[in-house]
Nanobody, 114 residues
Framework: QVQLRESGGGLVQEGGSLRLSCAAS????????MAWYRQAPGKQRELVAA???????NYADSVKGRFSISRNRYMNEVYLQMNSLTPDDTALYYC????????WGQGTQVTVSS
């Protein structure tokens, strides 16, 4: 059974940085994409950033230039470096992996204070 475990969330002041990590474990093969999503209270879950098998990345317009996604293929880990954080970035951040099916983590809370 595949499990995703996120870490790195927390409370940070506006303008600060955080680095989220997501480690995948279990029977894993043929990862097509790993991605970060977020969901703020009262809002729908939205894609933040994704990294595909060939290394191509994709970002939400709201985080371009501030966030960076990367992946450690050998450890089946994905990271999200978040800089210049604003209160609008406050949300529960989820890791998603797509291989033969979709897998989601439980989420890690990011809170940005003004």
């Amino acid at each position: 059974q595949v499990q995703l475990r996120e870490s790195g969330g927390g409370l940070v002041q506006e303008g600060g940085s955080l680095r989220l990590s997501c480690a995948a474990s279990g029977m894993i093969s043929g990862i097509k994409v790993m991605a970060w999503y977020r969901q703020a209270p009262g809002k729908q879950r939205e894609l933040v950033a994704a990294i595909y098998g060939g290394g191509t990345t994709n970002y939400a317009d709201s985080v371009k230039g501030r966030f960076s996604i990367s992946r450690n293929r050998y450890m089946n880990e994905v990271y999200l470096q978040m800089n210049s954080l604003t209160p609008d970035d406050t949300a529960l951040y989820y890791c998603k992996m797509v291989s033969t099916r979709e897998h989601w983590g439980q989420g890690t809370q990011v809170t940005v204070s003004s």
